[in-house]
């Protein structure tokens, strides 16, 4: 499994990681979701295959939901076979630059007083195309969100350990280590 750390801002390492995001020790996984239920595949698919519907049902039971809109749901690891305890859910409906996704996970994950926070590579999967046309252009993004996040809470987040996580893709996972690398020069 790659392990890399890119970046170290105030306290909060920034890596990226290769491998199962579910598998990995975390307090909380920030995923992206839409506003109209449609939860089943990639990290909503993998979520639910470690840890059944129970995330996925706290989400369902505050809709409707709106764009950037956060959602906690919270679990505990030794209820099934993850190694995640707590959700983050960003409403995603395409609508906001993905830097405002990151950011507003990011500042809920903190609020929240998360020190292992998961990020999956947003937008890079299915999505990509829908807003952000390339995979540099969704890693530019997504390294911005952190940065301005950073620049707001650098100081105070207990947030020590912010993971970006590709599932087992090399390719990806060194194209996203090199742009968060540029990014955070």
Same mark, same amino acid.
């Given at each position: 499994m790659a392990n890399n750390l890119i970046k170290t801002m105030g306290n909060t390492g920034i890596y990226v990681s290769q491998g199962?995001?579910? #598998?990995?020790? @975390?307090? @909380?996984?920030?995923? @992206?979701? +839409?506003?109209?239920?449609l939860w089943f595949g990639g990290i909503d698919g993998a979520i639910q295959r470690a840890a059944g519907s129970g995330y996925h049902a706290q989400a369902q039971a505050?809709?409707?939901?709106?764009?950037?809109?956060? $959602?906690? @749901?919270?679990? +505990? #690891? +030794?209820?099934? =076979?993850?190694?995640?305890? +707590?959700?983050?859910?960003? $409403?995603?409906?395409?609508? =906001?630059?993905?830097?405002? $996704?990151?950011?507003n996970g990011l500042e809920t994950a903190s609020n929240e007083g998360y020190?292992?926070?998961?990020?999956?590579?947003? #937008?890079?999967? $299915?999505?990509?195309?829908?807003v952000e046309k390339t995979p540099e252009e969704a890693i530019e993004r997504m390294s911005n969100g952190v940065r301005e996040f950073m620049?707001?809470?650098? =100081?105070?987040?207990?947030?020590?350990?912010? #993971?970006f996580v590709v599932h087992n893709d090399s390719d990806t996972t060194d194209m996203l280590s090199k742009g968060l690398a540029r990014a955070f020069e």
């Open positions: 199962d995001i579910t #598998r990995m020790p @975390a307090d @909380a996984i920030i995923t @992206a979701i +839409n506003s109209g239920g505050v809709m409707p939901l709106k764009d950037l809109q956060t $959602v906690v @749901a919270k679990g +505990n #690891r +030794n209820d099934h =076979s993850g190694e995640f305890d +707590n959700v983050v859910f960003v $409403v995603d409906d395409l609508q =906001s630059p993905l830097d405002n $996704v990151v950011y020190q292992r926070v998961l990020l999956p590579t947003v #937008r890079m999967g $299915v999505m990509l195309g829908q620049q707001k809470y650098g =100081s105070t987040t207990k947030i020590g350990d912010l #993971r």
